[in-house]
């Protein structure tokens, strides 16, 4: 069965770079057809789509985000990540990694704050 | 890009009621849409893809339908577990995917 797990630190301070992993259980992050995707959700607000990498290692942003955005595929561990630069208080989110719609990671709380 | 229009915001509604939720999507989208569920604390829980395929293990009171730019998430008999924030989501291949602003579904 596949799994997700993000991993990365909790508090991040303004201006500095967001980090996240996401690790991929029970199934090759290359071997199949899907977008491995990035989704924050603000406290109390809604979903909001930052971006994917296809199996590829093609990728595609949200917008709103692409300047700041870069998610890669480290197809050796089974991992994919994200970077996010020059955080504000904004960027306070949980965090969730997915394959395509219908496997998700348990989300992981990242707070920006000095 | 495509924008993902959803309503209503809020919805209040009884037990035994029969629910609808609405997503437009600014341009075709075929049928790539999907319908999640989600409960506070919780993580979102994939209801309906590719606009009408139930995913598994979903009771089949739950049901989508249509296709292009109009999309209907349907609660045939809403229970009390069905209380919750309802969110559409298009996943149209190499366009940014995006979600609807969300549906909370409360009790009347």
């Known amino acids: 069965q596949l799994q997700l797990q993000e991993s990365g630190p909790g508090l991040v301070k303004p201006s500095e770079t967001l980090s996240l992993t996401c690790t991929v259980s029970?199934?090759?992050?290359?071997?199949?057809?899907?977008?491995w995707n990035w989704i924050r959700q603000p406290p109390g607000k809604g979903l909001e789509w930052i971006g994917n990498?296809?199996?590829?290692?093609?990728?595609n942003y949200n917008p709103s985000l692409k300047s700041r955005v870069i998610i890669s595929l480290d197809t050796a561990e089974n991992q994919f990540s994200l970077k996010l630069t020059s955080v504000t208080a904004a960027d306070t989110a949980v965090y969730y990694c997915?394959?395509?719609?219908?496997?998700w990671g348990q989300g992981t709380l990242v707070t920006v704050s000095s | 890009d495509i924008q993902m229009t959803q309503s209503p915001s809020t919805l209040s509604a009884s037990i035994g009621d029969r629910v609808t939720i609405t997503c437009r999507a600014s341009?075709?989208?075929?049928?790539?849409l999907a319908w999640y569920q989600q409960k506070s604390g919780e993580v979102p829980k994939l209801l309906i893809y590719?606009?009408?395929t139930l995913e598994n293990g979903v009771p089949s009171r739950f049901s989508g339908s249509g296709s292009g730019t109009e999309f209907t998430l349907t609660i045939s008999s809403l229970q009390p577990d069905d209380f919750a924030t309802y969110y559409c989501?298009?996943?149209?291949?190499?366009?940014?995917?995006?979600f609807g602003q969300g549906t909370k579904v409360e009790i009347k």
């Open positions: 997915s394959r395509a719609v219908r496997v």
């Open positions: 029970g199934g090759s992050i290359s071997g199949g057809d899907y977008y």
């Open positions: 990498v296809y199996f590829t290692g093609g990728a």
């Open positions: 341009q075709s989208i075929s049928n790539w």
């Open positions: 590719r606009a009408s």
């Open positions: 989501q298009q996943y149209n291949g190499l366009s940014p995917w995006t």
